[in-house]
Structures are given as structure tokens and as C-alpha cells.
T-cell receptor
Framework: ELKVEQNPLFLSMQEGKNYTIYCNYSTTSDRLYWYRQDPGKSLESLFVLLSNGAVKQEGRLMASLDTKARLSTLHITAAVHDLSATYFCAVDKNAFQGAQKLVFGQGTRLTINP | KAGVTQTPRYLIKTRGQQVTLSCSPISGHRSVSWYQQTPGQGLQFLFEYFSETQRNKGNFPGRFSGRQFSNSRSEMNVSTLELGDSALYLC??????????????FGSGTRLTVV
């Protein structure tokens, strides 16, 4: 059974600092996604990582994927308050006949203090 | 380009009742999947439909069911509601197996409260 684990689950940091959220998964998969969720809101897509070594950046966020280590990271550079949210990674468990299923990590609640 | 539309946004039901939630995917997307989000269990997969066929089902009781129509709109139904069914229900739209590079786009969700 595919399991996805994030750490840390809670992260409180100061503006201007850098930090990394880690996402480990237990079995081979060919797709990994990062989402952001604000309180009471839906999931906003941040990154789609499709292959080993993939790196994507958007503003102060950068995501990478190492399929051999079954590890993805979400790096935050010079954090600002607007990045406060819960971040989820999800692995695409592709079943037979192309059936799709996302398995999510527990989420990392990020709070950025002025 | 219209996004994924879920209706209703909020719903309050009594134990034992049934409920139907609706999801209209992005135009051209043929796959719709449903997820339940609770504080205790996190985000859990319910089922996925593609071209009116259920291709995958999560580990939920038979009280949870769904269907997809020819226009790709999907509904999910929960019968005999229990307090534990209170959750945010999210649907996700995608093109389908051959174009997963686009990822999944989620709707705003339906917040179901069972009292």
C-alpha cells in the first residue's frame, strides 16, 4: 500500500528565513504534486513533478523530485507572511487501465511570523 | 476558462438522511475524482470516474456511491448519513490517463455537516 509522509507537520518560521518541507513515499510512482490549502478553502495546485531530478520554481517556492530516494522537497526562500498555509504533497498511484488516484501526505501547516 | 464547479458549497443534514453532491469538471476533462477531507483522516480518495465508468474506488463503505454523466459531470451520493461523514468533499478534474502532466484541478468543495 502506498504511503506518503510529510515532515514536519507543523512549521512556524520568521519572515525572511529559508526552510524545507520533506515528502517521502513508500512505493514507485511516476507523478508527484504539491498543493497549497488556505483555511476553509480548496486545494491550489503549485507544482507537478514528472520525472527523476525534476525541479520547478515559482516565486519563493521551489520543488524537486528524487524518484530513487522516493523523496520530494518543497523549499521556501526568504519566507513572507502570504505563504502561511497548509502544504500537501500527493503521489499519483496509477492503477490498471489508467485509473487515477492521488494519495496525500498529512499536510504541513506553515505559519510565517513577521 | 471555467474551473471545477461544485454544488452546493455548504450543506447541513440530519443523521440517517441521504445527500447528493455535484461536480462539473473543466470543459474537455473526462476524469472526475472525489476526495473526503477531515481533520482526523486527512485527504482520502473516494472514487474516480472516466467516461461514465468508475475506474477506481477507495476504502469507503457502500453508503458512498457516485456516477458520471455523458457530459462528464459527476455526482456522489451518501446514504444513511452518520456524524462521521461530516467533512469537506472535494472533486478533482483532469484530462485522463494520457495527459496527467496537467495534473488535477480541484473544485471549491462542499462542506457537509451532519447533525
Amino acid at each position: 500500500e502506498l504511503k506518503v509522509e510529510q515532515n514536519p507537520l507543523f512549521l512556524s518560521m520568521q519572515e525572511g528565513k529559508n526552510y524545507t518541507i520533506y515528502c517521502n513515499y513508500s512505493t514507485t510512482s511516476d507523478r508527484l504534486y504539491w498543493y497549497r490549502q488556505d483555511p476553509g478553502k480548496s486545494l491550489e495546485s503549485l507544482f507537478v513533478l514528472l520525472s527523476n531530478g525534476a525541479v520547478k520554481q515559482e516565486g519563493r517556492l521551489m520543488a524537486s523530485l528524487d524518484t530513487k530516494a522516493r523523496l520530494s522537497t518543497l523549499h521556501i526562500t526568504a519566507a513572507v507572511h502570504d505563504l502561511s498555509a497548509t502544504y500537501f504533497c500527493a503521489v499519483d498511484k496509477n492503477a490498471f487501465q489508467g485509473a487515477q488516484k492521488l494519495v496525500f501526505g498529512q499536510g504541513t501547516r506553515l505559519t510565517i511570523n513577521p | 476558462k471555467a474551473g471545477v464547479t461544485q454544488t452546493p458549497r455548504y450543506l447541513i443534514k440530519t443523521r440517517g438522511q441521504q445527500v447528493t453532491l455535484s461536480c462539473s469538471p473543466i470543459s474537455g476533462h473526462r476524469s472526475v475524482s472525489w476526495y473526503q477531507q477531515t481533520p482526523g483522516q486527512g485527504l482520502q480518495f473516494l472514487f474516480e470516474y472516466f467516461s461514465e465508468t468508475q475506474r477506481n474506488k477507495g476504502n469507503f463503505p457502500g453508503r458512498f456511491s457516485g456516477r458520471q454523466f455523458s457530459n462528464s459531470r459527476s455526482e456522489m451520493n451518501v446514504s444513511t448519513l452518520e456524524l462521521g461523514d461530516s467533512a469537506l468533499y472535494l472533486c478533482a478534474s483532469s484530462r485522463g490517463a494520457s495527459s496527467r502532466a496537467d495534473g488535477y484541478t480541484f473544485g471549491s468543495g462542499t462542506r457537509l455537516t451532519v447533525v
